[in-house]
C-alpha cells in the first residue's frame, strides 16, 4: 500500500469508530481500504469514459454525453455527470478525446458543477479557439437523502450573442438523452 492509503485507511477507520461502527465485525474487515482507495481515484486518476463526435449541416460541431465524474463540495461524495459541447471551429475540429481529456482532469478531486462547466467552456475557447461554444453538463448529487439532477449550461462567444445556436444545440443535446 501507497503511504497515502495506509494514512487515510487509519483516519477512516478512526471516522468509523467514531460513528459507533464496531470494526471488530468481519463485515468491515476491507471497508476503510475500500472508501480510502475510492476517494484517491477521484482525487488522483482521470477516469476513462468516451463520447460521441458528429458533424452537422451547420458549422456547428457537437461532442455529446462525455461520462465524468467529480466529489461534490459538500460531502465529498460522489457526482455522476455527462457533459456536451457544441462549438463553432475556427480552423481546426476538437477531436472528442480532447474534451473527454478536459473533463476528466476539471472533475479531478472536489469541485462544483457550475465551476466544471464554466472551465470547460473556458479550456474550449483556448484550444484552438473556436468562435464560440456552449457546454451543457447534466450532474447526479448522491449526497443528500434524495438524489436530484442539476443541469448547467456555459455559453461563450457566438453561443451568448445568436439564440439560434443556442437551440439548435439544445435540440440536438435533448434527443441524444
Ligand atoms: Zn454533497
Given amino acids: 500500500m501507497i503511504q497515502t492509503e495506509i494514512d487515510l485507511t487509519h483516519h477512516i477507520t478512526e471516522l468509523m469508530k467514531c460513528l459507533g461502527m464496531n470494526l471488530d465485525n468481519d463485515i468491515f474487515r476491507n471497508t476503510p481500504r475500500n472508501i480510502a482507495r475510492s476517494l484517491i481515484y477521484d482525487f488522483t486518476a482521470p ?3 468516451q463520447g460521441s463526435y458528429t458533424w452537422h449541416g451547420s458549422d456547428m460541431l457537437t461532442i455529446l454525453n462525455c461520462e ?4 461534490c463540495v459538500c460531502h465529498l461524495e460522489r457526482v455522476f455527470m455527462q457533459s456536451s459541447l457544441a462549438y463553432i471551429p475556427d480552423g481546426r475540429a ?6 473527454q481529456g478536459s473533463c476528466d482532469v476539471m472533475s479531478t478531486g472536489a469541485h462544483t458543477i457550475e465551476y466544471i462547466t464554466h472551465s470547460l467552456a473556458d479550456i474550449t475557447m483556448h484550444n484552438p479557439t473556436p468562435k464560440g ?3 451543457i453538463t447534466q450532474a447526479m448529487h448522491s449526497c443528500s437523502s434524495k438524489p436530484r439532477l442539476s443541469i448547467v449550461s456555459a455559453v461563450r462567444g457566438a453561443f451568448g450573442t445568436e439564440a439560434t445556436l443556442r437551440e439548435e444545440f439544445l435540440t440536438l443535446w435533448s434527443k441524444s438523452r
Avoid at 68 to 71: A, C, P
Avoid at 94 to 99: E, Q, S, V
Wanted: with cysteine.
Fill in 47 to 49: 477516469n476513462a469514459s
Fill in 68 to 71: 465524468h465524474t467529480t466529489r
Fill in 94 to 99: 476538437l477531436h472528442k478525446g480532447d474534451f
Fill in 133 to 135: 461554444c456552449m457546454v
